[in-house]
């Protein structure tokens, strides 16, 4: 050897001499597969992460649509863009120590009442609620005819009999109301069992109509695809390799 070079036999050719041989398109396909897999996977774990909160449920007043114990995802969202019949996450010092979750039944603006044939009313509207637990009325005791002030929030829970919400709290102030900006996130989904939380149709035909879905289903689907792909480009290129043995064998 000179200088530090390999030669690859008497030739004196250098093994940098030596020309490699071009990859199979199956190699290409693969690697682009899990490259771009990768890319899906890692970019929906990180957008994610920065989109949703993981949040426990303290108690059961929003039973039946998520229980005590029940852990959910929330998409982080200003307070502003909340709409009738979100069920949010907030915090606020005259009500808890730890965030709360309840639904968004009126904005500001709003009049809330109960009830009309057994129904909460909001703006003279009765409204539909199948969430509420199957037998039970939507009535709220001493729920009189209440103006929400503008930037405030009416919310109760689900299980309206045992829930410490807007309605029991009227005569704290501001109508039992909390100011929107209390709201940290809006629940898209429980974790398990794994169930996503459509927006009620009950609140649609009032002003202003529901929220959009969230990009969780966006997030999870790329999620999927990006593991398919990965898994997938993995597998390809060890039984590419096997089915060719096989024929030149």
């Not at 490259?35 to 426990?56: E, I, K, M, N, Q």
């Not at 199957?134 to 829930?163: E, K, M, N, Q, Y």
């Not at 009227?170 to 629940?187: F, H, K, Y």
């Amino acid at each position: 050897m000179h200088g530090g070079e390999r030669t690859t036999g008497d030739s004196g050719r250098t093994a940098r001499d030596v020309p490699r041989p071009p990859r199979a398109p199956g190699a290409l396909v693969s690697g682009a597969a899990v490259a771009l897999g990768s890319v899906l996977f890692l970019g929906a774990a990180v957008w994610g992460a920065v989109a949703y909160r993981p949040y426990t449920v303290p108690t059961p007043s929003m039973a039946p649509t998520v229980e005590a114990g029940d852990r959910l995802l929330a998409q982080r969202i200003d307070g502003d863009r909340v709409r009738r019949g979100d069920i949010v996450v907030f915090s606020h010092p005259d009500w808890s120590d730890l965030p709360l979750v309840k639904r968004v039944v009126a904005v500001g603006g709003d009049t809330v009442g109960c009830c009309a044939d057994g129904r909460l009313t909001v703006n003279g509207t009765a409204l539909d609620e199948p969430y509420l637990p199957a037998g039970r009325p939507a009535a709220v005791t001493s729920l009189p005819s209440t103006v929400v002030p503008a930037g405030r929030l009416f919310l109760l829970g689900d299980a309206r009999g045992g829930s410490l919400d807007s309605a029991a709290r009227l005569r704290d102030g501001d109508g039992g109301t909390v100011p929107d900006d209390a709201v940290v996130a809006r629940v898209d989904a429980v974790v398990w069992p794994p169930a996503t939380l459509a927006r009620p149709a009950a609140f649609a035909a009032l002003p202003g109509g529901v929220s959009a879905p969230g990009p969780l289903r966006s997030l999870t689907a790329s999620a999927l695809v990006g593991a398919v792909l990965v898994f997938g480009g993995a597998a390809h290129g060890p039984l590419a390799r096997r089915l060719a043995a096989r024929r030149t064998g």
